[in-house]
T-cell receptor
Framework: EAGVTQFPSHSVIEKGQTVTLRCDPI?????LYWYRRVMGKEIKFLLH????????ESGMPNNRFLAERTGGTYSTLKVQPAELEDSGVYFC??????????FGSGTRLTVV | QKEVEQNSGPLSVPEGAIASLNCTYS??????FFWYRQYSGKSPELIMF????GDKEDGRFTAQLNKASQYVSLLIRDSQPSDSATYLC???????????FGTGTRLKVLA
């Protein structure tokens, strides 16, 4: 089975620009998650979709971040406008049940 | 106090030895516990999960959970250089699918 796919793998943007990250989960996985790791820190939860609905968005840092999941399939995470502190690795994961996510390889975002 | 704490390492062990990785957590409502392995620049990969007190074995890996003491550990027997990676401990609270991660322990297995 195909794994969790994330695009792009790297993105370098200027402060104030917009960036959209995409995640394609494993087919059939209703649960999709976004996490972020900033340098030197732990991986932190951003939000959780069940199908197309946001189940938990308690980790979203502010309203510059917008996540969507079209038709319960792929998901996008938009950062607008990007700030320097948004730099980090953004991971997407999916799961069928609660036990054990499968992570994507991440998008490394650098805001300069 | 961090919610999930791990020693950052590096933990260096000789090839063939047992590597012991530890993790403590602060929330007694934590229900499920996960160990992920992450090679540099790669995605975290699930090794094991455990939710009952005691030991759970899978091949060379054993996860140990002690809820009273709020710690979870991972033992790697017969360590191989290919086991060299960062090991992430994650916990989830009862009723949630959200994981709280530690910062990870870097393991180096010396040939």
């Amino acid at each position: 089975e195909a794994g969790v796919t994330q695009f792009p793998s790297h993105s370098v943007i200027e402060k104030g620009q917009t960036v959209t990250l995409r995640c394609d989960p494993i087919s059939g996985h209703d649960n999709l998650y976004w996490y972020r790791r900033v340098m030197g820190k732990e991986i932190k939860f951003l939000l959780h979709f069940v199908k197309e609905s946001k189940q938990d968005e308690s980790g979203m840092p502010n309203n510059r971040f917008l996540a969507e999941r079209t038709g319960g399939t792929y998901s996008t995470l938009k950062v607008q406008p990007a700030e320097l502190e948004d730099s980090g690795v953004y991971f997407c994961a999916s799961s069928q049940f609660q036990y054990g996510y499968t992570f994507g390889s991440g998008t490394r975002l650098t805001v300069v | 106090q961090k919610e999930v704490e791990q020693n950052s390492g590096p933990l260096s062990v000789p090839e063939g030895a047992i590597a012991s990785l530890n993790c403590t957590y602060s929330d007694r409502g934590s229900q499920s516990f996960f160990w992920y392995r992450q090679y540099s620049g790669k995605s975290p990969e699930l090794i094991m999960f455990i939710y009952s007190n005691g030991d759970k074995e899978d091949g060379r890996f054993t996860a140990q959970l002690n809820k009273a003491s709020q710690y979870v550990s991972l033992l790697i027997r017969d360590s191989q250089p290919s086991d060299s990676a960062t090991y992430l401990c994650a916990v989830s609270l009862s009723g949630t699918y959200k994981y709280i991660f530690g910062t990870g322990t870097r393991l180096k297995v010396l040939a």
